[in-house]
């Protein structure tokens, strides 16, 4: 590209995928997805390009923490993109430069999904993306570290899990278990929600739209605290952290006995080759050890395809990139093997390609991950207006787990600011 | 010189005939100046109204023509909003610190390599040579240096129990002293100029007067770098006071908001909130700030100037 | 070193105390020297470290294995880092030659030709020299987005081009060009233009040099308003790039210190080549302060 | 070629502090081939008039014409005009032919070749010819004022104008350059305007000078004239070195009363100053070599040696009798001894007394007409 | 106060292109009070040899004594001397006041008071009173130079050094700080070494002046002696202005033979320099004003007037015969018109004539002793 590389909705970038046929409806797509996701998104793409379908795809990558801000501001000037990806739960932030595409969806395409992905794309009745996959957190084991501690990964309740870490700390060398893993607020706030409706407390309460904030009471307070034991009192983890990714490095290296990541982190338990460590042995757990009495379910998300509003778009350009929504969200067995995602659609999800990869049999991660969806363990987080992942809301809990503020002030911080949020 | 070709004089020009003197300099003048001009305005001057005004509204991002007029409501709302306090406090504090460490070093370094050394070229590359970095590179290169295995844990890390990124204490300090290799090699340069500049003369004068080396330093040295001190005192100022890569490569603003800054604050309102009204305010605000430190810094150079 | 001689025969005199504070001084300077360098030792020693040595933990200076296997990957088999070079050097070439011209152009125009308003314009101009570039920064955005330049190069370089720096530098070199000069010109029948180039451009290539290295640098180095408005990783500059490297790699030391180090190489090079100009030039501009 | 008229011409600056009128009313006729030298201290307006002539500021007032043409508005390219610069003003980047060439490549339609035969025989003439692919940078001073007076003279103006062309020259060579310009003048016979503001360049070089004081006319006359009957204290100041010796006076029958010491002068100059005289107080001058310590004389004056200054051939005394002090040049083969007394007679064909208030010269001859109250002046060239 | 003794000195400095032998074995003593001067082309070590003598360069070889005392290792503040500037080297930051006072407060026990009152008797002295406490920039040249001078004698040391302290000035002005210096060193008799290249500097101020050449004496004498009788050619071509004229001859039975003219000389004359010379090769020299247009003597020489030069009471003239170009000075009341024939004679007493090969003056007195290859020299001071 020269100069003025973005352009309105004919870009010219040809770059990276190999030429469409000349009359074909050129499209843009915008994703944020690195490393191996990047790698298989950019596989799937060429698949589709490579399809005689008179349509040519022309992705980008746009780095995650800026995407969304680049999204709002290129729907502003007219440049925006025919797809985009971003959270399914995102929804209704995204409603004011997306739009519904009921109208262009092929028939019967809402059975292909599960429900619970499908339902989450939901926006006062109309469907505002495709969801790509669910991926959700759980806990994540090293089995060497338990072993030499003599504990066993079945956590039922809070009791054993407690003396299951208190055994690790006193018994080995290593730290029992990490509420986060990643040095970042969105990581607490995903992994607070799961023990948050464990005891019994919700994030917000009323319906989409009116949402209150609710995580300032007495449930939410205790969870924060509980939490912050973690790295306080309890002692099953230390309140540094060396680098945004630590606990992923202490973790392989047998220095961190568990902590709760997504489905999609063994990606980053890759060496330089591109393979698991072989020396490593782990399982993913369900994460219903936590204490109180609320439901077992999980905080789950989709990775989703939406469609920004451009004046520049033409009929057949929308179908088009509907149609190649689909295909990507219905087609995707690598974002399974590679990815090590579970994909939204149910006959991917299903597939031999996907039940035969070592992250199904082996680790087990994508199965547990089936289970809890087939189960209805897994929750999607509220489909707030607001930018709801932002550190203005979830730094003061990583705050609280690094022990850099008490749990009163740091859960009001976080409640006053979602709350003024939500109510603009 | 009766013969031919002699430079004579002539009749005027057409160009000349047509415009007189002053007409025909404005048409040059203008043509000359103009690029810069309208590059100037566009760029620079309309930004600079243009952010007054959205100081002044509500300003709606995807529909400017729906933001509504709230007078100076963005203003007092800054006043009262903790962050910006904080913001403001965590860039005195770093400006504060930063500053003066630049000047003593920049000025040790300057000094130091006045005397002729054996290696003063790969010296003089090794302290300034950082300056060319990015500040990505300087930002991520030293927050390894303060994570787990790094240089700066390795060997204090008793002073901060762990990486100092996560310490509310610690966390400004660490990103002053990458700040403080990463910039000091620029003003090292200038100081070195300004020494070098001291008339070699003036100090055989104060030699024959009697002075030692302290009082040729403070008496002859210090005189004719106060200039140039200043001029570090001021550009150093000024550049630190719009901090904003190091603490967004290093600590996000973190911990507990303890790094966040006036221009990450900004950075925040205006590209992740998309508060542009409000977050025009604080710019304006920031712009203030630092007209009255230069002329604050105008002043003082200006009364020690005879 | 222009005063050398007299320090030379300050130090000739040898006398133990002379020698003492001489190798007082040698200590300071190569001490301050290697605390300098040890960042630029850790970026090159952990980039040749394998993942296997850096996932044990602890701590060396040297590294007890080595592996190149980083930097092949960034040299030889991903091109990204050359891709986004070449953005860097076609930005910062252009915003270069764009404020040398035009900058020499104005700062021509006001210090060699006489015009009314001149004054006020060149006044106006120097006191946007206490605006600092951040605060401008969401209007400007919403300029570049109006004017349709987002994750565009023109966005990275105009505002950049139109900053007051480079007329501040020239309109002081210029004026101390000798008028004579100029006036000998015209009597030999130069017309503006030429007295502008083949006069006073030919006789700046110092400052010329010194304001081109440096705004190359800067131009080069930017980092939050690339970020803010280039989408398109093919895009990219090196800062901004290697940013996102560190997010996607944000685990392995040493492919992030490898490419940080391929980031810093071209300026690392220039900075060999040109020490002396780029040092004069950071002189010259504080001379102008 | 052609004369120079100046026809009462005056320029005005507008600065901060208000107009300066740098020249004020000054009326001068430059003839065909003369060398006319304008001198006068620093700041009196000599460049101006001069980069007036030659186009470089515009006229605030009055009329300049060469030859026949008026000039005011035309540009300075196109006025014939060549100028020599203080600095030299040489192109620093271009070879000393590309310096000399680049004038006529611009202002006539000579072709290349005519254009380098004219260059080369220039350079001969002025002693560069070897220099020409040099830059200026690597030339001596010498070497430098010669390109830059070669570039003029390449370009054979009607007129040529030099503002301080020597003053960047060390002594010696100053001396040897003066004598050079004369020869080419001499010998191309072009009107030249040269401005300097060391009296003895002005003195040995021109055939007239003017001197300018405070942008107005003091004076215009032959060095000879100006030197021997300076109209007013100012030109019998500036003019010859050392300086005049002055003296605060009173006349009282025919004696000049100083403050230590009184002199009779001849009755017949005594009756001229009574004649001229606007005041009491007058300023008694003569010059240190006029003083005579020949004390044949019989009225002489008594002073004390304080220092002697030898140079070449010459002894200079310094003397004073109370407050007043004498220099006083006698010849270098004479003996005296510090402290001294020295006698000495002040002989009255040398004499001038100047009125106290209005500084006119009381007793010069009515040879040159000049004023001092910036009118005009006009003079007749010297054969 | 005392005298200073310089045994045998040499200065070496070690550069990239080998050791530069700026001081080449010098011997000189300066008696107590005496006013010596230095001369010298650029980069003759006069400057080295003086700051050898300050104690600002280290001594390579030999011995320096000030007075009885050995200061090749004593620290400058600690030698008794003090030393004046090219530049003046005035501290720019500190007034007047402070700069003459600080020298006083470092190497001296000297109470506030005292210090106060000498560097105000000084500045009185000076003549700069009333400036005290100004700063440095806010003076005029000749004042800055005053405050330096008044800085060393606040001092009150034995030995005062100048540098070139002169050459920052403008012409009348130096003429006048030459006067007012002498009389400074007249009246406080301190031993002066002083640097200068002006050889008019040097002859109107000194005792004795010192003719440096490529770090080697060439001479030593008072101005009379070498101006009178220059030891060598150089000498003889570096002292006096304009300068001598020279001219290449050979000696055939008692007449000098030079390209354009022949001249028979006395024969005394000629049987010292057929004596004295080495070569075959000759060089005569006379100065312009010691060649007579009187033409009494029955031998002359004739050449035309090219250029002739109006200076104050002096015409100087230009002449040649064929390729040999002559400078005369004749009185400024005789008449001469261009292109005339000038007849002139060359007195006897003042031709010199040099060895070609040596340059040696073949028939210079023996009064001064002196010579040419850098071996000691020594002379006694004119009383
Ligand atoms: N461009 C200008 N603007 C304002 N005043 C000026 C300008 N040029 C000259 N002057 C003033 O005009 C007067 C005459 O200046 P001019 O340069 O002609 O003097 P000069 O005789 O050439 O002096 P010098 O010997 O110093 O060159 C001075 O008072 C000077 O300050
Ligand atoms: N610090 C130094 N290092 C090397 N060479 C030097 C140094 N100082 C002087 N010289 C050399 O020594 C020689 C004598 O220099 P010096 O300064 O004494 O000459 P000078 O007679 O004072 O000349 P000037 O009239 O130019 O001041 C010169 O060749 C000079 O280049
Ligand atoms: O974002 P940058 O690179 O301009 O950073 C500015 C610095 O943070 C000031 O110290
Ligand atoms: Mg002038
Ligand atoms: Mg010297």
Redesign the interface.
Known sequence: ?G??????GQST?S??DGGGSSGDVEIDY?MYF??QE?KEMTQLVEEFNSQDNGIHVNK???????FL??L????????APHVASYYGSYGRHLE??THPIDDYLSDGAKNEYFDIAWNNLQVDGSTYALPIDIHGKALYTNDDVLESAGVDPNFDDWDAFSSACDTIVSDTESRAFSFINWK?GQAAFRAYIIALEQAGGQVVTGEPGSYEVAYDDDVGMQTAEMMAKITGEYGWD?????????R??DF??G?LGMFIAGTWSVN?FE??DGNLPEDLSFSFEKPFMFPGDGEDVAWCESNSLYFPKNANHTDAEKQAAVEFAEYVTQNNTLWASAGGHLPAAKSVATSSEVKNTDLWQKYGTIQTMYEMVTNKQVRYQPQTSV?IN???FW??F??MY?Q??DVQSGVTASADALSQ?LNQ | MSNVETTGTRSPSRWERLFDRSTRELLVGMLFAAPYLVLFSVFLLYPLLKGLYMSLHEWNFLEPSKSTFVGLENYTRLLEDPAFWNALWNTLEFVGLTVPLIVGISLVLALGLNKELVGSRVLQFVYFSPYVLTVSVVGIVWAQMFAQGGVGTQYLGWLFEGSPLNSKFWAMPAIVVTTVWWQAGFYFAVLLAARQNVPARLYEAARLDGAGPWRMFRDVTLPHMKNALLFVVIASTIFQFQVFGQPYLMTKGGPVGSTETLVYYLYELGFQTRELGFGAAVGYTLLLILVGVSMLNYVLVGTNDE | MSNADSTQSVLNRVTDRDVLRRIGLYAVMYGLAIVFFVPYWRMFQLSVTPMSVLSQGGFHWIPPELTFAVWQRYLLQEPIIYQWAFNTFLVASITTAIVLVVDSMIAFSITRLDWPGQGIILAVIMASFMIPGYVNIIPLYTLINDLGLMNSYWAIILPFAAGPLGVFLLVQFFRDIPEELEEAARLDGFSSLRIYARIILPLSTPILTALGLFVFIWSWNQFLWPLIVLNDDALYTLPIGVVTLRDVNALAPNVIMTSLALASLPLFIVFLLFQDKLISSVQMQAGTG | MSGITIDNVRKEYDSDAGTIRAVDDVSLDVADGEFLTIVGPSGSGKSTLLRMIAGLEDITDGEIRIGETVVNDIAPQNRGVAMVFQNYALYPHMSVRQNMSYGLKLTTDLGSDEIRRRVESTAEMMGIGDLLDKKPNNLSGGQQQRVATGRAIVRQPDVFLFDEPLSNLDAKLRLHMRTELQRIQDELDTTSVYVTHDQSEAMTMSDRIVILSEGTIQQVGTPAEVYAEPVNRFVADFIGSPSMNFFDVRLENGVLQGADFDYEIPSGLASTVEANRTAENLVLGIRPEHVSVDTEGEETVTATLDVLEHEGSDNYLYLSNGDTEWTVRVDGSTRFEWGESVEFTLPAEHLHVFDGETGENLVADEGATATTDGSSVTASVRE
Do not use: C, M, Y
């Not at chain 1, 709002?72 to 440049?79: I, R």
């Open positions: 590209s100069l003025t590389g973005g352009g309105g970038d770059g990276t915008w690195g490393a990047n980008q990558s746009v780095p995650f923490p800026e801000n680049k709002f501001t290129a729907v502003n000037s007219g440049n004011p430069i970042v230390t309140s540094q952290f060396q680098s945004d990714a630590a992923v490095q392989i290296s220095d980053n060496n330089e930018h932002s550190d203005r730094g003061p990583l705050d690094l850099n503020t949020a």
